[in-house]
């Protein structure tokens, strides 16, 4: 390939993104090939307009907004063997969104490798990749298991699962597929920013994105075909997720939601967690960032925030809810356009350009957000769980959400279980595998056969 085709040409001047070709002399002939695939595939039109969203309120609040109702996870006998029935039968595939690095955790690598469990220090790949594999043989049904990555996290996540041989997973009972992205714009010119010569500046189009891949992966319809009916959606920063949730799933089916999501109470107004909000009689979910602060800060009767009902990410979506959203166009999720400060290279100069200090962004990404597929739901559910039985994420290296406060809480809750099973840990540290006792049901039930413990302990 000796130049760009004619076609490509045409369109990059329309969008004035000539300057992407800049290098083109330098490339050999492979690396051209896949410039101009690359390049082929963007819709530029979109991304005009997507940019020309940054400055507006396009993104704002809705007028007409309200608390969602939320049931409490009191969960009945009968929600409970109904969720149990349906793993059973195969009815339930768990979706484990892993398409993130640990950048602000200090380290390049996937988040899910990152060593997670407070003790023995497993990855949280390990960790949910167990409670999968915990499940299947709680309901004898080999429970599918997708994990979505991204460029930047597949080959090494696969890499680490075949290291592990997949952690006691039938291999083919797990289906890794990456999801999409977006080139990134300068918010001043709109044009499209490079990471080097012949190589544009591309990132995941978010946890929205999920839902687009999955259906572009052909999982959506294999899903289908296999009878799976109900996809349960969580994300890998979070070793606290009871993970496919038989209760949850029960009320899921007694309801008839298309769309159901667990949420926590908000302690501090302040906190970064996406907030459930009620629309016309529709579930959404807004950022923390978009709650007015008056509203953030607004209290009930009983002192509680009004708006309290915090999103940890984790949902349980119907497979035929899932197809709606993403066959049609009235379910597309939107892009939202959001400001960032990274280091790219600049086609004029030939140089790289450093990253300005925070406060100064020098690019415009965009994302999806699983969130705005909520309000397609005409049938949805809000179920209230325990913030320390079910959320303890890592985020940051220090501070809160960190690995230090996460091993917090999971020592925490494994003492309670301790304790209300009657098992006396004389102050000793404890962690409880997975593959041990998925809950605290069954530790009680394995309880009078514990030895007693006299040291810091691993019970796998």
């Known amino acids: ?42 819709d530029f039109a979109q991304l005009a307009a997507l940019r020309a969203r940054v400055n507006t309120s396009a993104d704002a609040m809705p007028a007409n907004f309200a608390p969602p109702h939320v049931t409490p996870a009191a969960f009945t006998a009968e929600e409970k063997a109904r969720g149990a029935d349906a793993l059973q039968r195969g009815k339930i595939a768990a979706l484990l969104v892993a398409g993130g690095q640990g950048t602000r955790l200090g380290t390049l690598q996937p988040k899910g490798m990152f060593p ?14 167990e409670k999968v594999f915990a499940i299947g043989c709680r309901y004898t049904h080999k429970l599918p298991f997708l994990v979505m990555t991204s460029p930047a996290t597949d080959a090494p996540t ?19 597929f990456q999801q999409g992205t977006m080139p990134a714009a300068c918010p001043r010119t709109g044009r499209l920013l490079m990471e080097a010569p012949g190589r544009l500046f591309l990132s995941p189009n978010g946890h929205g994105g999920t839902l687009t891949a999955l259906a572009e992966s052909g999982l959506l319809r294999e899903l289908a075909a296999r009878g799976v009916e109900h996809v349960f959606y969580f994300q890998v920063d979070n070793p606290l997720v009871k993970v496919c949730d038989p209760g949850f799933i029960g009320r899921h089916l007694a309801t008839e939601s298309e769309a159901s999501s667990k949420v926590i109470a908000k302690e501090l107004p302040e906190e970064k967690v996406g907030v459930l909000v009620e629309v016309n009689g529709r579930c959404s979910i807004t950022e923390y960032t978009q709650l007015p602060k008056h509203l953030s800060e607004e209290r009930d009767a009983n002192g509680e925030l009004r708006f309290r009902a915090g999103s940890p990410a984790i949902h349980l979506f119907s497979v035929g809810f899932l197809e709606r959203v993403t066959r049609t166009a009235a379910g597309a999720l939107p892009y939202h356009a959001a400001r960032k400060s990274v280091a790219h290279y600049d086609p004029h100069t030939r140089t790289m350009v450093p990253a300005p200090p925070a406060g100064e962004p020098n690019a415009v990404k965009f ?11 005409e ?10 039985e079910e959320f303890a994420p890592i985020k940051n290296a220090t501070g809160p959400d960190s690995p230090e406060t996460s091993a917090v809480a999971q020592l925490a809750l494994y003492a309670q279980w301790l304790a209300r099973a009657g098992v006396e840990t004389n102050g000793n540290l404890v962690e409880i595998s997975p593959l041990f006792a998925l809950d605290e049901d069954e530790l009680a039930a394995k309880a009078p056969r514990l030895p007693a413990i006299t040291e810091m302990t691993i019970l796998n």
Do not use: C
């Open 158 to 176: 696969r890499a680490f699962f075949a290291e592990h041989e997949h952690f006691s997973l039938v291999p083919d009972q797990v289906k890794f």
């Open 1 to 42: 390939m000796t130049s760009p085709p004619n076609d490509l040409l045409t369109r990059l001047r329309a969008s004035e993104q000539e300057h992407v070709l800049l290098d083109w002399d330098s490339l050999d002939n492979d690396a051209r090939a896949t410039f101009v695939r690359q390049l082929a595939a963007i």
């Open 379 to 388: 049938r949805w559910l809000a179920v209230e769980t325990p913030r320390d």
């Open 367 to 377: 994302e999806r957000f699983i969130f705005d597929a909520l309000p397609h739901a």
């Open 116 to 129: 997670a469990a407070p003790i023995s220090g497993v990855s949280l790949y390990q960790l949910h990749a």
